[in-house]
């Protein structure tokens, strides 16, 4: 099990080098070029959510982004710090974070096929899975 880890500064600025990282070593580990426009996205989105989440909260620490190549499937962790209000203690402005929030996980969801996603009030976690081909053999 190969396991590449990214942390960076929660600026929007750094999510395309987190997609663009995220692609190639999707590619490596082999998935499927038809699906990495998906991966890209799927982990753009993620990244920019857990980037918004750090700057609401005042979060200074790093988003975490692991991404993990097993044999038969790629997968792709981003974890956040930002702790997550308890239910019953919302404001107007915790509805509309609320809100965006759902629209973000929504449009993951309808990228990614094997989603989990955990939160507390310590952060919270996406992790997102795909299926990969093993590289040709070269026949003799």
Same mark, same amino acid.
């Given at each position: 099990m190969a396991t590449v *880890? =990214?942390?960076f500064s929660a600026l929007p600025e750094h999510v395309r080098t987190a997609r663009l990282v995220a692609a190639a070593v999707a590619r490596r580990a082999g998935v499927d070029e038809a699906v990495l426009d998906e991966v890209r996205l799927a982990v753009g989105e993620a990244c920019s959510r /857990? $980037? %918004?989440l750090h700057q609401s909260s005042g $979060? @200074? /620490?790093p988003v975490r982004v692991m991404l993990i190549e097993e044999e038969k499937q790629f @997968?792709? *962790?981003v974890g956040d710090e930002a702790p997550r209000a308890l239910p019953g203690g919302a404001s107007g402005d915790a509805d509309v974070e609320a809100e965006e929030d759902e629209m973000g =996980? /929504? $449009?993951i969801s309808g990228l990614v096929d094997d989603l989990e996603v955990s939160a507390g009030e310590n %952060? %919270? =976690?996406i992790r997102m899975s795909w299926p990969t081909t093993p590289p040709a053999t070269l026949a003799s």
């Amino acid at each position: 099990m190969a396991t590449v *880890e =990214l942390r960076f500064s929660a600026l929007p600025e750094h999510v395309r080098t987190a997609r663009l990282v995220a692609a190639a070593v999707a590619r490596r580990a082999g998935v499927d070029e038809a699906v990495l426009d998906e991966v890209r996205l799927a982990v753009g989105e993620a990244c920019s959510r /857990a $980037v %918004g989440l750090h700057q609401s909260s005042g $979060v @200074s /620490a790093p988003v975490r982004v692991m991404l993990i190549e097993e044999e038969k499937q790629f @997968s792709i *962790e981003v974890g956040d710090e930002a702790p997550r209000a308890l239910p019953g203690g919302a404001s107007g402005d915790a509805d509309v974070e609320a809100e965006e929030d759902e629209m973000g =996980l /929504a $449009v993951i969801s309808g990228l990614v096929d094997d989603l989990e996603v955990s939160a507390g009030e310590n %952060g %919270g =976690l996406i992790r997102m899975s795909w299926p990969t081909t093993p590289p040709a053999t070269l026949a003799s």
